[in-house]
Nanobody
C-alpha cells in the first residue's frame, strides 16, 4: 500500500507563489508516476500536472502551463508542484496521486489513471 501526504498549501495573494509537496511511502517511489489534481467547491476534480516515474516526461493542463512546474526527487520520495503567478481561479483543494508502472499521457491526465491518492491540501488565492 502507498501513502501520500500533501503539504505546502495556504493562503496567498494573486501573483504569489506556493510550492506543494507530496511525500510518498510504502513502496518504491521510483516505480510510480505522480500527478497533481485539484477540486474547487462545486466542481469536479481536474487534472493539473503529471510526471512519469523516470521524470523524463511532464504534462500540464492548459490552464497552468507556464505558471506551474511539477518535479520529483526520488532520493527524498517526494513530488513537488511549484505554483507561480497564482490566480484566484487556482483556489482549490490540491491532491497528489500515484500510479504504478509505465503509462501514457492519456492515462496520466485522468483521475481514473491513478491507484493511490492523498488527502489534499487547501490552496486559497485572494484577489
Amino acid at each position: 500500500q502507498v501513502q501520500l501526504v500533501e503539504s505546502g498549501g495556504g493562503l496567498v495573494q494573486a501573483g504569489g507563489s506556493l510550492r506543494l509537496s507530496c511525500a510518498h511511502s510504502g513502496r518504491p517511489f521510483s516505480n510510480y508516476n505522480m500527478g497533481w489534481f485539484r477540486q474547487a467547491p462545486g466542481k469536479e476534480r481536474e487534472f493539473v500536472a503529471a510526471i512519469t516515474w523516470s521524470g523524463s516526461s511532464t504534462y500540464y493542463a492548459d490552464s497552468v502551463k507556464g505558471r506551474f512546474t511539477i518535479s520529483r526527487d526520488n532520493a527524498k520520495n517526494t513530488a513537488y508542484l511549484q505554483m507561480n503567478s497564482l490566480r484566484p481561479e487556482d483556489t482549490a483543494v490540491y491532491y497528489c496521486a500515484a500510479r504504478f508502472g509505465m503509462a501514457q499521457a492519456d492515462v496520466l491526465v485522468t483521475t481514473s489513471g491513478y491507484d493511490f491518492w492523498g488527502q489534499g491540501t487547501q490552496v486559497t488565492v485572494s484577489s
